[in-house]
């Protein structure tokens, strides 16, 4: 996967390697970037060389960390590595709505983050991609990183979809209650279409896959050599984990996170 | 028979009862000036809010252990200013039907309501169009559609003018009598509450200084 070392811009296996300064000289584009905004007096240059370097170490960082975990394949690293991405996830979730979450909801966006990621990451690698040992970091982290991240994006648009549902249509809420319906029944429309929001960004993608662009999975592996039919196989078979692991993680979180806006008593808190 | 019996109840600061009737099969009116709790009182017999201190007993149960759901759709209130959901006014009425997992009515029966609280509109038309008072009424009528055992209305009448108000208190006074159920009203009208209640609880900052039976006062 990882190819640290660059051997001087020939092809080795079919790949053309990027040696440092062939990577170096992709810096042009920032230093175009960074005259473009000046010219135009965008005062943003700070934040361009800032995120240009941050990513640059960010990357060279993990490049040699992967190297590390591929090269020594242990259960517990890998289990290390899922759990902080889990966290990584789960805060990122928390801080986006900093104030707005009661411990309750937190917990259950925790809970519904971890089961619905790792119950569909166990599928996906056990039972579709049959990888041995289990554990295997190669397949693990890399697989482990789109169903997160993605589950993670959609629990966001369904948290801020949640909380806007039930503030701004507080009322009909508590109209539903007084007229005799359950939490549930009360808060159904509402659930409806946080889920449909959650969902709708990776609905959409499906759709415009392999027409409107190539996804970065695929265009990765194709890069690395691999033929085009396996790239796409495994394309479809992560674009259709992506979308169990969001819809599950979503739906947890919507029932348990709805029950947290009631008391025992089916009053809204 | 009792139907509610209120023992050393408060609610935040707002109401401080020591003591609280009220009977069943009676026509009940909660009168006081706005902000003295009255609304409080009917929010926590439906059991959208409980007391923070203190005991309510619903038929001698103790309300905190008879389910928020099941109580709601026995003693079902008409807020002051309620809510009108999406859809059309047959939508509106059938509402309470649906949340209770009723069988909904046929037109028929649903044109009666209308007629009932004297809303001159298509069961087609949008109820997002309505007028205030229109809304009260539409949400009366669904309400009488539920057919509770207890009625608590909060102002049923506050965005009415006069004489819609008089025949709409009417008739659901009149319904309240017929079928054997029971009603608890909050009002402003002075008038409307002498002219058709059994009894009349007057509030003050939160406490119960009155209590009147048509025969005669009873001082608490």
Redesign the interface.
Known sequence: MVNAVATGGVMVNGIIDLPAFQVALAYFFVLMVLIIVRLLGIKREKEIIISSIRMTLQLILTGYVLVYVFENPNPFITAGIIILMEAFAVHTVFNKFKGKLTKPLKSAIALSMSIGTLSCLVYFLVIIVRISPWYDPQYFVPIAGMLIGNSMTGISLGVKSLLEGLTTQR??V?????????PQ??TKSIINSTFDAAIMPTINSMVGMGIVFLPGMMTGQILSGTAPTTAIAYQIAIMLGILGAVAFTVILMLQLGYRTFFNT???LQ | MTLFELIDVKYQNILDLPTLFIEKNKVVTIVGASGSGKSTILRMLNKMLSPTQGRILYHNIDLSLINSVTHRRQVTMLSQNPAVFEGSIRDNLNVGLKFQDKSLSSDNVLLGILEKVKLKKELDSSANTLSGGERQRLALGRVLLLNPEVYLLDEPSSSLDDEMEESIIQMVNEHVRREAKSLVMVTHSKGIAEKYSDVIIEISGGECCSYRGCNGERNH
């Open positions: 009322a009909l508590e109209e539903a209650l007084i007229l005799g319906a359950t029944a009360a008593e089916d009053q």
